[in-house]
């Protein structure tokens, strides 16, 4: 107990201490001296606020009484400014607060200089890291304002914007904005916005350029008229974005723009943390004057909460310096050459101080600039301005609304909206439905892309209004840089999405917004399928040259009558011609000239014959042959397959080089399409040469698919066309076939207006579509199922009885076959001619009458082969 008091008396003696100091180191009034505007009432309050809120604080310059020297201004009266300055001087004053304008402030800040007394501005410098003297600016500088809008833009992915100013320096304080266009793929344009010019033309004529996004760097006062004239002409809908440089449009009431969907985006310096402390002085400007509005609206002036902030901080840094030293506040004059004694140290300690204000937290550099701040990200909701984030200068922008959230926030909008889609006939995505006459609106369409609309507007709850594109194209830039088509619709805001087959391209890209591709597809040859080869009859011949036919025919000549020779000369080859006597002088060669041909040709048939060589220079002769003859049927059996089998076509081309070589097939493409295009931009030498060629006879160009494929048909013309269209042609029509593979990778797109906040959800909708396999479900519908789509290409189906063989393949061996046996029946028929011719009179008769009498007997049926030579006249006769 006796510590604790003890405890409670050292308090009390410290705390008298303090106080002590504080009124013995001070005069008991503080005086400080502020500038400002004469119309500006609200910031005239924070003053008051921020000086009653010290004297209430007992924590701060306690004992003291803070005084504000308050002098009101003309914004531009430099004269009167110094004056008042100098007036302020004389009645002693620790340090000036403002004045809000650029010119008077750059005086004060002279004299403040000069004087040593520190000042406190309250606008951004538009040229950073000059010296700034006595001076601190507590608004944060022009440069590190223009990064957080460059942040802003680089996470919106701005790559096209129109920036509208006022006066020339905008153009410095929005310096890093313009750096954005150092990598030439972000457009900026500029658009000034002088005295007495009409907001209304201005901003038609940024739409008119097809700019969906605006920077607008215009006086807070202006913006709600700006904004009321871009909505009469169409420019604040949901595909306009502004971002709007002015850190104080949480005070300009926005009520008639929450609906309309526009994407509109600012920052705040005013913290949201202090809302409960400015109540009681809240102002709005509003018809001209300044008025005390509700409690509830948050529309603090970035200016009335940077000199509430300046109040605190002078209070605060005093606070710091009189606890050290005595501090003197003297009556100083405008020409006086003595400084004031403690303005160098009260600068120091302010430069030192650090604090959370109603703009943040205040905290300087050492040439006075505010640094470590941070700035609200407000967008404008259904319900109003909304803080969806911050950005710092540390860690730049940290987005506080969820993903989700914002997702969740488009996919609302969307289910009460109908959206105006375009689209172009082109079978099988988008055809008219028959009886398309006694058909309106949406039921007079048919095909893939209304399966699939209809598959987003179920998951996505949006209605559809679908129209033909007017001018039939799909949409190309010409050399005005100006689109036609479906595109052009789109910039127009004519439509909210563009869905057909429509190409997701780089340029096209620029100008409107595309969503993940719903198929992927290439350009490729159309052409007609060349006429098979009929084979030939004798193919069977084909496996080996003319030249080894020949060589083989005379091998087998040479061979033969070597075996005949070799025969006669060896003595093992001639045997007794009765076997049952091996004593007999009659010797036999079973190798007579006849029979040396047999033999050949039995090896070289892979049949056996009942010769067989004896002696070894006749077998070595014989294996040699075996050996030959087993190489060349193999070989010739492993050619036959691949010969039977392959039926070449005969194309003239195969491939997009082989288009590019040749003048006498003439090619082309869509008119106004993204394969025109490729060609154009293509930097392939062959690509280029088509292009070339293509461009020198602009009848080449069709202007549908169909016209294309009717060119085809009639022949000597190959069209260049996207491959899935190719496949969806190609299974209707069996005279067409794609040529060679694809010559570039691709996909079609839903294209929806630059900026569309639709484009997301769409896309997450097509990626589901594509897990759940709806997509392909579609594809096969409409390109094999419906309306035919029986054509079976080689490409595609392999299957096993493309390898039969037909009658034409083989029907040569046939007719060798009978032309054979029709030579064996002539040389029989000759052969008993010429015997008959030899034999005697009664010999033929008998041999006649016997032949007669057998024929009628037995018709040829079994008999025949089956002559007993007992009963032949040709055995009587040999015998
Ligand atoms: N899909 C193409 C386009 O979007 C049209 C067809 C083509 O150019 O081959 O432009």
Known sequence: MASFCNTTIYIQVGVMCVLFSFASNLPSVVNLGGLLNDDDKEVENAFQHGVDEINEDSSILPTKQLSMRLSKLKPQDTFHTFQAACQQLSSGIIGFIGPTTLPSSSLIQSVSTSIEIPHVRLQSDYIANVPNGFSLNLHPSSELLSKAFRDILDTRGWMSYTIVYESNEA?????????????????????????????????????????ANIVLDISTWKIKEF??????????????????????????????????????TAFRLVSSDHEKERQGWEWAYEGGQYKKVSQQKKTLKTKAALVHDAVKMFALSLHNMSSDITVRIQSIFCDSPEPW????????IMKETKFKGLTGFVEFDQNGTRTNFSLDILELKEEGLRKVGTWNTQFGIQ?????????????????????????????????????????TGNDQFEGYCLDLLEELSKRLGFKYKIHQVRDGSHGSKNEHDEWNGMIRELINKEADLALADLTITYEREEAVDFTMPFMNLGISILFRTPTKNVPKLFSFLSPLSLEVWMYMATTYLGVSLLFFLLARLTPYEWVPSNSCNPDSNVLENQFSLSNSFWFTIGSLMQQGTEIAPKAISTRVVAIMWWFFTLIMISSYTANLAAFLTVQRMESPIESANDLAKQSSIQYGCLKFGSTKAFFKESNIESYKTMWRVMQSQPTVFTESNLEGVERVLRGNYAYLMESASIEYITARNCELEQIDGLLDSKGYGIATPKGSPYRTPISNAILELQEDGILYLLKEKWWFRKYGGHCKHEETSHSASTNELGLANVGGVFVVLLTGLGLACMISMIEFILKTRRSSRNERDSVLLDFQRKARRIGFRCGLTSHRAETSSWKQSRD
């Open 171 to 211: 153009l410095i304080k929005l310096k890093k904005l313009l750096e954005r266009d150092t990598n030439k793929s972000v457009k900026i344009s500029f658009r000034q916005l002088k005295p007495g010019m009409s907001y209304k033309k201005l901003a038609k004529d940024i739409g008119k350029q097809g700019e």
């Open 227 to 264: 904004f009321k004239q871009a909505q009469d002409i169409g420019m604040m809908t949901e595909y306009h974005s502004y971002l709007v440089t002015s850190l104080d449009l949480h005070t300009v009431d926005l009520r008639e723009f929450q609906r309309g969907r526009t994407n509109i």
């Open 341 to 348: 004694t403690h303005g160098n140290h009260l600068l120091n």
């Open 399 to 439: 987005f506080s609304t969820k993903y989700e959230k914002l997702v969740g926030d488009v996919l609302r909008q969307l289910r009460n909206r109908t959206l105006e889609v375009v689209t172009i006939i082109n079978p099988p995505y988008m055809m008219m439905k028959e009886p398309a006459e006694q058909l």
